[in-house]
């Protein structure tokens, strides 16, 4: 097949995004497609003479150099092309912003592009985390009680605070609405750390969401084309699973399956499953949950493009169900196919 790739583009999390293009171009060579790579930043190839992957540097700061507006018309500019007009499949390797947020995959639906994962309204749905708990809440999935604080004008004074520490115990967690790979994320472990909470995760998003934390185990269970995977356990080295916790070698164990009982885990998984139902999640997705000291579950999120780095917790469960990352990422390109045909 001649499949396009997408990866970099402006979000927080491009350096994650650059890592799942390398580690999914190289496997569609090894499956003998040919492959374009785009950066949806500039426009620009990926591919280097020798046909190699691009991936920039860890200092690299072209991700605040270009506007995002800048970002969407070199997209569109890029999947419009004479030279693309051919392609079967566009393979979406972008995580957060605009490459996960719904309006990369509006552009691609627009161009009449089949595209890896989900559409347009499922990936708009899923990063807004305030609209998917209630979702979640709707099919009785658990999730943690939670607050979204609007904050257009940036505005953070004391009523807004006393509000907080009124309906939230310490410790609790601060978080944007709208980012993934917990970029922004703090847990407040006492009312003096709030204000720069917040302030850290309006440098993400115009809409704060304030959520009980829960002390448990970390699970996770990706599901792909609507089969549950094995659950896997994370246990981060500092108790919390934050950015540099995900992407540090060395910061976090992972178990899979995880070392819980049978029927658990089927709860897990049945959980999982609704959430990718509700959602409307297509292609490979991943659910996030916290389970406490009584073995009850809450749902934290749902994850539309989830990594697929060597750290990433996706090929490590389907590596437990026997599935190779090649193979994975041949069932998510016959997904995205069988999908959008229909």
Known sequence: MKILLLAGGNSSER??????GRAVYD????QQHTVFAID?????SLISRDGKFLAAPRDDSSRTAVPVKSET???INAISSPGFRDIDVVFVALHGGTGENGSCQCLLEMAGQRFTGAGMTASAIAMNKAVAKRLFQSVDIPTPDWALYRLADR???TPLLDEIAARFDCPFIVKPNDSG?????????????????????LDESDDVLVEKYIRGREMTVAVLDGEALPVVEIIPASGLYDYEAKYTKGKCEYVTPAPI??????????????AYDVIGAAGLARVDFILDENENFYCLELNTLPGMT????????AAAAGIGFDQLVDRIVKSAVKGRQR
Do not use: C, F, Q, Y
């Not at 496997?27 to 090894?30: A, D, G, P, Y």
């Not at 790979?181 to 850290?200: F, H, Y």
């Open 15 to 20: 350096e994650v995004s650059l890592a799942t």
């Open 27 to 30: 496997s569609l060579k090894r």
């Open 40 to 44: 949806p930043l500039t426009g620009k």
């Open 73 to 75: 018309r070199a997209l």
């Open 155 to 157: 505005e953070v004074d």
């Open 181 to 201: 790979s917990t970029v922004g994320l703090t847990k407040v472990n006492t009312i003096d750390e709030l204000k720069p909470a917040i302030a850290r995760a």
């Open 261 to 274: 009982d049978s029927e658990l885990a089927g709860r897990l998984s049945e959980a999982a499953l609704r």
């Open 310 to 317: 060597e750290l990433s917790l996706s090929p490590m469960a």
